[in-house]
């Protein structure tokens, strides 16, 4: 158990684990929190996982954790960490068995109020359109050349395919593909896991959502992104479902079996890892890539299959969805950063955390290089989401790094046991929130007081500098697995 009285304030929003606090710890661990959240976070393991973190070779700077953090699998949920390449490690741990599980956000041309006659029709209709629940596959079966490609090329290849529009790639993180994506190192059983998973959901905190903006904070930037006040938007958050969480699991197989070639000692066998430029951390960054651009491709078709329940809804002459942004918060990336004055190319993962690059950042559109990248955070169903920006501030403290969430503070099984799912649909009914669940178990589940208050969680990155409020999303309908 983390000792409080050694964690020492750094400012109202930022906390730190020194160095010598525990033998082994090559560098301090920080955490983004209110010292009422810190308090929260002393209630499962997530601090005492972020320590152990600091135990692996090659990490640089500081590890993180951001007001969102909540315990997970080696690494805490919603932790940064960013490792040399020259001779650091790579962790399946550190990006978790959802591979880039991420946000996507279409905004419409259309104030609610144009929309609300429509609005109940387009929640069953988008419910229809996307596949939702455990195991469920979806309309699009891929055979093995098709798989091969979309874990080759990610969201470029299923716009030739005439599944998207030509700007698309342009709004996404990374383009919706990352290069170095390998399918030969991709095992069989993930192939055949994902091979009916593209354009479809999930269950558990996955959902499409329909949802309006409450609240300009940053008109210019706003403007910049496309967003006005009362508009439309549609959120989409899933990631590589059964594909991603194979690679994962395979992985973390080969690298417990492979630590001692490499003499690695860790002091959680959660974190199993090997050195990034050995064979097998190779083999799984390459896999994860290409789980990574199967995830990209999975909300790439599931904005079609939106699309697609628009267009039946609203015809034509409505317009068309336009992306905003696609983010990744489960991913592990080589990026450019300084540390101590000098420029380092690092392997960065981000586990529950959002990429939160500044103004200027070539990898940017055009629109955006101005102003920064847009950071999409949501809420629980019933509250709110954010849209965000990201700051010069995050590429000097947090290796350009927002939260992703509210982040839960409420177990599945505590929350069933709290929540009947048939009153917590009223209850959403009454506030005019549209529900399209099969089940109220899985509302139940999810339920808002399961989570963190996203209104805080956004206010400490925002009050620390590492994010900008930019809106304020309201759901109007939610679709859920």
């Known amino acids: 158990m983390i000792d409080k009285k050694k964690i020492k304030k750094i400012s109202d929003y930022l906390w730190e684990i ?13 955490i983004y929190a209110t010292e009422k959240m810190l308090d929260e976070v002393f209630r499962d393991q997530s601090l005492e996982q972020l320590v152990n ?7 640089e700077g500081t590890v993180m954790a951001m007001p969102d953090a909540h315990e997970g699998y080696g690494f805490p949920i919603g932790g940064v960490a960013a490792m040399r390449i020259s001779d650091g490690v790579i962790s399946p741990g550190g990006v978790g068995y959802d591979i880039n599980c991420g946000m996507r956000l279409l905004k419409s041309e259309h104030n609610t109020k144009e929309l609300k006659p429509y609005l109940e029709k387009l929640g069953h209709e988008m419910n229809r359109q996307v596949p ?14 098709d798989m091969d490609k979309v874990l080759k090329e990610g969201v470029p290849w299923l716009v030739k395919q005439g599944y998207g529009e030509k700007e698309d790639p342009q709004y996404l993180e990374s383009y919706g593909v990352l290069p170095n994506a390998d399918p030969d190192v991709v095992s069989n059983q993930a192939k055949q896991r994902g091979s009916d998973q593209l354009g479809t959901m999930g269950a558990g905190n996955h959902f499409v959502e329909i ?7 940053d008109e210019e930037v706003a403007r910049a992104f496309g967003l006005f006040e009362d508009q439309i938007v549609v959120l989409i ?22 630590m001692p070639k490499y003499k690695i000692t860790i002091p ?5 890892c090997v050195p990034f430029s050995s064979p097998e951390g190779k083999d799984y960054f390459n896999a994860m890539a290409a789980a990574a651009n199967f995830a990209w491709g999975n909300r790439q078709m599931i904005s079609w299959q939106v699309r697609q329940a628009w267009k039946n809804i609203l015809g034509g002459e409505a317009g ?3 992306t905003l942004y696609d983010v990744a918060h489960n991913i592990a990336k080589i990026e450019e950063h300084e540390i101590d004055g000098k420029k380092m190319k690092l392997i960065v993962h981000r ?14 559109a055009p629109e955006y290089k101005k102003v920064g990248q847009p950071v999409l955070i949501p809420g629980s169903m019933g509250t709110a989401s954010y849209v965000l920006v990201g700051t010069e501030q995050a590429m000097k403290e947090s290796f350009g790094s927002s939260c992703h969430g509210a982040g839960r503070r409420m177990s599945r099984h505590a929350a069933i046991r709290q929540v009947q799912g048939h009153e917590l649909r009223k209850e959403l009914e009454q506030m005019g929130i549209i529900i399209e669940c099969a089940s109220n178990r899985g509302l139940a589940e999810e339920a808002p007081l399961a989570y963190k208050d996203v209104h805080d969680v956004v206010d400490v990155v925002a009050r620390a500098g590492i994010a900008r409020k930019v809106v304020c999303l309201k759901p109007v309908a939610v679709i859920k697995g």
């Open 53 to 59: 973190v600091t135990h692996l070779h090659g990490i």
């Open 351 to 364: 586990k529950g955390a959002t990429r939160a690059f500044g103004p200027g950042n070539p990898e940017l």
């Open 132 to 145: 939702s629940g455990v195991g469920r596959g979806g309309r699009l079966k891929l055979n093995k050349q």
């Open 268 to 272: 959680d066998r959660q974190l199993a």
């Open 18 to 30: 020194p160095k010598d606090y525990r033998q082994g710890m090559n560098v301090p661990a920080r």
């Open 237 to 258: 958050h899933t990631g590589s479902r059964g594909l991603g969480h194979q690679v994962c699991t395979d992985f973390l197989r080969v690298m417990a079996n492979a």
């Open 320 to 322: 068309n969805l336009s």
């Open 211 to 217: 949802d309006r903006v409450s609240q300009i904070f």
